[in-house]
């Protein structure tokens, strides 16, 4: 059976990535099942067609609605839960982020944070940064902490271990814990509940997410099913919820629809476990709760994502992961081929303001397009859209004016080229007739080898005739008249 | 495109598109525009001719315009949007010239004529108002077969059990499944099998099966295996693309297994002939 | 420049010359298709919560500590915490004395600091009121405070919750602006759908992941 490998050991490129995990069957069997799984868990939620895409409609126009007041909004939220008590933080850049979060920390003389599930604390390499500064930070939710302790990064945003089977996490747990093997998936959770128990009680501070964030009444909404959430924001003295820019909303009643669409989506559940709206730390006379609260709110490319109407629709993703259960490229290759933290058809339209386009790529190219995504998005993103439109975005000349971050980077000026003798053949009607009639005529010339096409196809060879000529013919024939 | 804003203004915040209102469909015409496509016409072409004969036999004459190319999709959907536009504009003109409906035996390139080349000429309005006629007058063929031509099959052949495929495009921008099921139905000896993720792509995506062949080979393969493992005996589908994909994975796996195009399969079930190539 | 002035110069740099998207929520989408006939509102509750691994049991305001002495004697518990200062910590204190209950009743009337190993470690099961239900999603509603704090429903093993029938609603938004939540919301407010679980493990799921394994919903139907 084959050895996990770390993602930082990973060849370089999308398609290395992706000719690795294609050949790891092991791999390919868990994410097929998991992903079929929950697609149709997700199904099976939503049986009314019509209130479902009644819901998906309103789901869209509340993140419209947001985003077309976003820094208004984004200063009501900061009021609001400054009057709460909560702090509020800005950070542009990841560094910005990391080093607030550190001097937090600091500031409480911290050394041990526990995590619950939060994709921008991935997005910051939180846990790099402040081990590098002595301080432990552990992933509390089981799959992130299995994740971590194995070295790895989680390869889908709800479901971070879903590439690991239970005797992968038995063996992790018995060379990294002492544990004695099982695949009893109930002793393995035990074990993790033991182990983690004992860390939120001697945490200094807890970290997590945040689902949405109410501007009309200052609050923090999480969802989350194990419990974990509420223990990394209840039991430490201080809890640092870390977000970007784009997950607010306006009023309280606009998360009803939202959470329904979020966890139906995401699991196919009608609500989560838990929903835990925090809205201040613990007041004087309160027994528990932390002591301080604090929001960093990030931007790290949102802002750029943003400028650009078209792209600024990214920003309504929920984090629900629907697009990469249905996406036949992501049940293929898995998480880890796409080398970055937010992976699948969402990954490939978000990663690119964050890291740069020149730094993905591959990205865009790595869909057929078939719309399965876009199909199932909860806030209709309209992702083939935008992975279209970064596929322009690519291919511009470095002359160009660039509007997205590290645009051009698929620039060639031979298959520019080659765009424009195609574009020449198709726009010359005496043109093309001749090249079908050579095509057609010469068809025992064709080439055996046609690139990429003859490693999964045989070569394709043209008909006799083309349907211009026998369309001829036959319209000829019949005057064109019916026969 | 216009209800995808609110204001004006180029910056505004976009909202999807209002959910699409079921299609209304008009009275048969007397004769149509067929649109080839580039892949049928090289490839496949007897299932153009079939596509003719189908419709002839509706009493409907069939215009084929001898200046008629490619729908411009390959380019588009590689980012090359000069291109692409060049292209559409030519068959833009070449079908404004007659004016009629314009029926298409690929439901992807039909969803170009309707969908897309609004994207590609949103920045001209002039010509955006012939993009918006175009759509409204162009059929996939399966569609403007059952719902135009609201035809009656009257089955001849023997019984036979098949697999359709159905283009994702063709799937979500023409709703290309359900008339292709519609139209199988009423073929009285053929049934139809569901096959293994009979929804998911096979792979094909144009461009994609070149620049990424390792997923994209991973796709057909899975798509060819359910196929094959279903029982059919072989493969029907309203698009060249997919056609093309598929059945030149199974000739490079060496297998019997084939698909064909629905217009050529319907035409031979009604007559229990097809007349391919050889006409 | 602060980030804080980065940031929102340039989303407002990016906004220039458009109007925010009108007001168009529409409340029909997240209550018509959940509505209930009032008998069917338990019934609802009940079938979704038993589906997530739930115990539901109908019973009186005169009946219910009864039960939960039962329900603690067969799971062979030794300990329950529940609020002495509130009317059902009493009622509950009152039965238990009277009946010589073994079970011990503990209050959380400290700081959790004062008290986090044994909360951890030996706490057995919980038991708490609640702010109401919610029929749509099988759902209740806690407002946790000083008498019954955050931690109360997620620490111990078991979690026995009262629930009124009277204080079901059909539906989150109808709860919402029944009791006008807009206008302030207290430190927290929990939904809880049933116990702690989990799924990350090849998707099978496992129950008491980092909260309760079991959760225990009492529902008073004369109340």
């Known amino acids: 059976m084959s050895q996990r490998i770390p993602v930082t050991e990973l060849p370089s490129d999308f398609r290395g990535r992706a000719e690795g995990a294609l050949a790891d069957g092991q791999l390919r069997n868990n994410f097929r099942v998991a992903m079929d799984s929950l697609m149709s868990k997700r199904a099976n939620a939503f049986p009314d067609a019509d209130e479902r895409e009644g819901l998906r409609e309103l789901g869209n126009r509340i993140k419209a609605g947001a985003l077309s007041r976003l820094p208004d909004l984004l200063e009501q939220l900061e009021q609001k839960l400054t009057e709460n008590g909560v702090k509020v933080h800005w950070a542009e850049t990841i560094e910005e982020a990391n080093t607030l979060v550190h001097d937090i920390i600091e500031a409480r003389k911290g050394n041990q944070v526990v995590k619950g599930k939060s994709m921008v604390s991935e997005e910051m390499e939180m846990n790099d940064y402040l081990a590098e500064r002595g301080i432990e930070c552990l992933e509390s939710d089981m799959g992130e902490y299995i994740v971590q302790l194995d070295n790895e990064k989680p390869s889908h945003i709800i479901m971070p271990a879903i590439h690991k089977n239970a005797r992968q996490v038995s063996k992790l747990f018995h060379d990294k814990l002492g544990e004695p093997e099982t695949e009893d998936v109930n002793q393995l959770i035990q074990i993790g509940r033991r182990t983690l128990r004992q860390k939120f009680m001697e945490a200094d501070v807890g970290v997590s997410g945040v689902n949405f964030a109410i501007a009309e009444t200052g609050t923090l909404l999480l969802v989350e099913n194990e419990g974990n959430g509420r223990m990394s924001t209840t039991v430490p003295p201080v809890h640092i919820a870390v977000t970007g820019i784009e997950k607010v909303v306006p009023n309280l009643r606009d998360v009803v629809p939202l959470v329904s669409l979020l966890t139906r989506s995401a699991l196919g559940q009608p609500i989560t476990t838990y929903v835990n709206l925090i809205s201040g730390p613990r007041k004087p006379d309160e027994l528990d709760g932390p002591e301080e609260v604090h929001l960093v709110l990030l931007d790290n490319g949102r802002s750029g994502a943003f400028a650009d109407a078209q792209m600024r629709q990214t920003l309504n993703c929920i984090r629900c992961g629907a697009c990469m259960n249905h996406c036949p490229v992501y049940t293929r290759v898995g998480g880890h081929t796409y080398g970055e933290v937010y992976p699948g058809p969402i990954g490939k339209i978000i990663t690119p303001h964050m890291a740069g386009l020149d730094n993905v790529p591959d990205h865009p190219s790595a869909s057929s397009l078939c719309g399965a995504c876009g199909e199932v998005c909860p806030v209709k993103i309209p992702i083939p859209e935008l992975l279209q439109r970064l596929r322009q975005e690519n291919v511009k000349a470095p002359e160009q004016p660039q509007q997205v971050k590290g645009g051009g980077a698929k620039f060639s000026r031979r298959e520019r080229w080659i765009w424009r003798g195609w574009q020449m053949l198709n726009t010359r009607p005496v043109l093309y007739r001749s090249f079908l009639w050579a095509a057609t005529r010469f068809r025992a010339l064709s080439p055996k080898k046609a690139g990429p096409w003859t490693e999964n196809h045989s070569a394709p060879v043209p008909a006799r005739r083309s349907l211009h000529d026998l369309a001829a013919q036959h319209l000829d024939q019949n005057g064109g008249r019916p026969s | 495109m216009s209800q995808l804003f609110y204001d004006a203004a180029p910056n505004a915040t976009r909202v999807a598109p209002e959910r699409e209102p079921e299609r209304v469909y008009p009275d048969k015409p007397e004769a149509v525009t067929l649109f080839g496509t580039c892949v049928v016409d090289l490839f496949f072409p007897e299932a153009g001719l079939d596509a003719i004969h189908l419709l002839e036999r509706e009493g409907v004459r069939v215009h084929f315009p001898q200046e008629q190319s490619c729908c411009g999709q390959p380019a588009w959907t590689s980012g090359y949007r000069d291109e692409a536009k060049a292209v559409a504009r030519a068959q833009l003109d070449i079908l404004d010239r007659a004016g009629l409906p314009v029926v298409v035996p690929s439901g992807s390139c039909a969803g170009m004529f309707r969908h897309h080349y609004r994207a590609l000429f949103a920045d001209e309005p002039d010509t955006l108002r012939r993009v918006e006629a175009l759509a409204e007058r162009t059929f996939e063929l399966t569609e403007f077969l059952l719902k135009v031509c609201k035809v009656q099959l009257a089955d001849r052949g023997a019984p036979s059990k098949i697999a359709l495929h159905t283009s994702c495009s063709a799937r979500r921008e023409m709703n290309t499944h359900l008339h292709a099921r519609e139209l199988l139905q009423q073929l009285e000896r053929v049934e139809r099998i569901d096959h293994d993720h009979e929804s998911e792509c096979c792979g094909f995506g144009g461009t994609f099966s070149v620049r990424m062949p390792e997923v994209s080979g991973a796709m057909v393969k899975d798509k060819t295996r359910s196929l094959m493992d279903s029982g059919a005996v072989e493969m029907v589908t309203a698009d060249g693309g997919c056609l093309m994909n598929i059945n030149g994975s199974l000739e490079k796996q060496k297998e019997s297994f084939r698909g064909r195009h629905l217009a050529s399969f319907l035409w031979e079930r009604i007559n229990g002939t097809s007349e391919g190539e050889a006409a | ?223």
């Not at chain 3, 602060?2 to 409340?27: V, Y």
């Not at chain 3, 600091?113 to 749509?136: D, M, P, Q, R, Y």
């Not at chain 3, 000083?146 to 609603?169: C, F, G, Y």
């Open chain 3, 1 to 223: 420049m602060s980030a804080r002035a980065n940031i929102l110069g340039k989303l407002r740099n990016s906004l220039a010359g458009t109007t925010p998207r009108p007001d168009e929520f529409d409340e029909r989408l997240v209550t018509a298709p959940w509505r209930y006939a009032p008998e069917d509102r338990i019934d609802r509750l009940r079938s979704l919560m038993e589906a997530v691994h739930t115990e539901v049991h109908p019973c009186r305001s005169d009946n219910w500590p009864e039960l939960v002495a039962e329900l603690l004697n067969k799971r062979n518990l030794t300990n329950l915490l529940c609020a002495p200062s509130k009317e059902h910590g009493r009622a509950l204190q009152a039965y238990f004395e009277a009946t010589e209950q073994k079970v011990e009743l503990l209050a959380y009337d400290q700081p959790v600091e004062a008290w986090k190993e044994e909360l951890f470690w030996n706490v057995e099961a919980s038991l708490t009121g609640t702010l109401g239900g919610i029929a749509a999603t099988g759902t209740l509603v806690l407002w946790p405070d000083r008498n019954e704090p955050r931690l109360m429903s997620l620490v111990p093993p078991v979690h026995i919750a009262l629930l009124k029938a009277s204080e079901i609603h059909d539906n989150l938004y109808d709860m919402m602006v029944a009791q006008d939540w807009a206008a302030g919301l207290p430190t927290n407010v929990l939904l809880v759908s049933g116990p702690s679980k989990t799924a990350d493990i090849e998707q099978v799921l496992a129950y008491g992941a980092h909260g309760p394994r079991e959760l225990i919903v009492l529902v008073l139907e004369d109340a």
